[in-house]
């Protein structure tokens, strides 16, 4: 694999509603694909999981920016002749963090390696399950309306979804899990805080066990590991991390330590697909369960995570969902829910490519950069 070039598109697309969380509300979603391209001619692609401001990570899509064309670009110069994809992990290593600059990197040469040698990236990551079990996740409705909460859940279970996922701060917790499971009293439920409680909120969060919740995700800040191991003491539901979760090393140090019993694997916010394979690895030797997280993406992203989400630790339903979820119109050819299914791509790479034209509407800037 020898790269020749390298272009991002930056892409502004319309969320089919506003996505509100405890940092947050999200109206259009500012999204960076990089695209590789080999002196053959073959195309990769991934994408950058960053926001538009630094409320769920200190990365975000003008620093992703900067980072790739000014620190990991120079770095590919050594391994421009890749003969494996750890190679490319391994150059980028020499930037500190920003792993979601680093992901959409070396997913796109990911990409262009796998379909140069005509392998799908599901089964090059080790991939069992030919479908996959979706969850939803679902915002704060911006009223903070329980009714209309409870419809917009209503629209997700008559989908066929398998899990939901109530995204929740102080002060909007009980209403909310009180009125969904009284609606769906056998519904697998879950909640999300993204680091919105603290210690102090012990008792609080052990109050929530009534609604025989699968987890909570994240309810404390990611550098508060002792803190989530006083949450998981005082709660009977398990406790799952997200933001804390870096690395493997990461992930087995909340297993070792009680900090958290599952873990949710973003693989665009780990650096990429190799890491997160290496977490997936770690856990199911722990026999922890994990699953796989969203962060809005579209089907270039969606592609990828779907094929990871085959792997057989990943045992419970994650973040996939149909396109139709975030976006009227999706940037490859829409993931459409079976079931409360999606199927795992099968062609060469992550298996999907954008659609010329919705691309070409929905970029609002791009450049192209020599390797």
Do not use: F, M, Q, S
């Given at each position: 694999m020898t790269i020749e070039l390298i272009r991002l598109h930056r892409?502004?697309?319309?969320l089919v509603r506003p996505f509100r969380t405890s940092f947050g509300t999200e109206v259009v979603r500012d999204v960076i694909l990089v695209e590789a391209v080999s002196t053959d001619g073959t195309h990769g692609w991934g994408e950058c999981s960053t926001m538009s401001w630094p409320g769920y990570s200190y990365e975000y899509s003008d620093t992703a920016v900067d980072?790739?064309?000014?620190?990991?670009?120079?770095?590919?110069?050594?391994?421009?002749?890749?003969?494996?994809?750890?190679?490319?992990r391994a150059a980028l290593e020499i930037v500190r963090g920003h792993p979601m600059a680093k992901s959409a990197v070396s997913t796109a040469l990911l990409d262009v390696w796998l379909r140069e040698r005509s392998i799908s990236l599901s089964s090059y990551l080790g991939a069992t399950r030919e479908r996959i079990d979706c969850g939803v996740s679902v915002g704060i409705p911006p009223s903070e309306s329980i009714a209309e909460l409870v419809d917009e859940v209503a629209g997700y279970v008559d989908a066929g979804y398998r899990r939901i996922k109530l995204k929740i701060e102080p002060g909007w917790d009980l209403a909310p899990l009180a009125a969904v499971r009284e609606r769906w009293p056998g519904i697998p439920l879950q909640t999300d805080a993204n680091q919105a409680y603290t210690r102090a909120d012990a008792d609080h969060l052990a109050s929530l066990d009534q609604f025989a919740l699968l987890l909570h995700e994240q309810p404390l800040p990611e550098d508060d590991w002792y803190g989530h191991v006083l949450i998981s003491e005082a709660c009977r539901t398990p406790i799952c991390m997200d933001e804390s979760i870096l690395s493997a090393a990461s992930a087995e140090s909340a297993l070792v330590f009680g900090a958290a019993s599952i873990i949710n694997i973003k693989p665009g916010r780990v650096g990429g697909y190799l890491t997160a394979r290496d977490i997936h690895d770690v856990c199911r030797a722990r026999s922890a369960p994990v699953w796989c997280g969203g962060m809005l993406e579209t089907g270039i992203g969606r592609a990828a995570n779907v094929a990871l989400a085959a792997l057989p630790g990943f045992t419970l339903p994650g973040d996939t969902s149909a396109s139709s979820r975030y976006?009227?119109?999706?940037?490859?050819?829409p993931f459409v829910l079976d079931d409360g299914q999606l199927t795992v791509p099968t062609g060469?790479?992550?298996?999907?490519?954008?659609?010329?034209?919705v691309l070409a509407d929905l970029t609002v800037w791009s450049t192209e950069l020599r390797v």
């Open positions: 892409l502004h697309i319309p980072v790739i064309t000014t620190h990991l670009l120079p770095a590919l110069k050594e391994v421009t002749d890749a003969d494996d994809p750890a190679d490319v976006y009227e119109v999706d940037v490859t050819e060469p790479g992550i298996g999907v490519v954008p659609r010329v034209d």
